[in-house]
């Protein structure tokens, strides 16, 4: 019976009974005419993806011909626009290149009227990132097991320590051809952090600072940041949960949108190409309900603080 119940979940829609489902739809027509209801702050403050089936990105006629793999200059990853307008990452002509900032600007635009509208709470707190453009095929790309995104992970940062700042992110699919986004999503952090803690390597404070002495971090990284890094490396590098993990496959198709805090909803991406992503930083502890925050789960089952520089942590 043990064998049976752990057949292969990845290779079906439905999730299985034992899940919650972690996908929330809401079907807003309109970016800029977005609307809160508590039940949908508290579900992507619990890890949910908030998924708009009938929210696409319209991509204009003439911005079909941007769709190109190598839109992406030689050994990047993606196509960034800063804050400043500055594009990176990319390749193709002057005007092409001009013509992908203001694809991309636009999708910041309807990204931050989303945001706006369904999590007011936040207003005037987050901080932007840079506009990403995502070309390339995720099932063709070759990674290394800790960089590879087709496995089950949370977010984690290496070189840029957070101290639980959150990282909440809006991603459009803009397959020209019909191809979904395939994603997998997993259980609620609390139940995969209880699996993986226990495995995780102790926090050293000495080696936090080593590292930030030789700029491998921004900053001390601090021992929420190490649990992060090491929940998500745990996880990458677990066949078992990999494969037998409790998780659902969910293909966003192109025209649609997802939202979710992806320092939290354990997520994997297994196929499709071409897709937008807005990163917002919501500063630690202003959630509605902080309660929730990975770093609120951290601490609890941890039993200390697990930020403020060297708290509880001589070691
Ligand atoms: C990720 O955050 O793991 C990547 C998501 C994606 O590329 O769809
Ligand atoms: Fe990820």
Redesign the pocket.
Known sequence: AVRRRRVVAHHRRTPRAVMNSPIVEIDFTDWQQAHPRPEWTAAVEAGKVLYFPKLGFDLQPAERALLREDMLAAGKRNVSLGADGVLKGAAGSADEQQALAAMIGRFRAQAQGLIDGLLPEYKGQLRMAPTSF?PKQ?ETRAQSVRAD?QRM?V?AFPSRPNYGERIL?V?TNLNPHGAP?V?RVGEDFETVARQFLPQAKPYRLWQARLLNALHVTKSLRSEYDHLMLQLHDRMKFDEQYQKNGTQMTMPFPPGSVWVCF?DQAT???MS?QF?M?QTLYLPPGREVNPQASPLAILTRLVGRPLVGVGAGSAR
């Open positions: 995502r995720v995104d992970h977010d992110r991603f986004r994603w992806s997520h994997a991406v499709g897709m992503e």
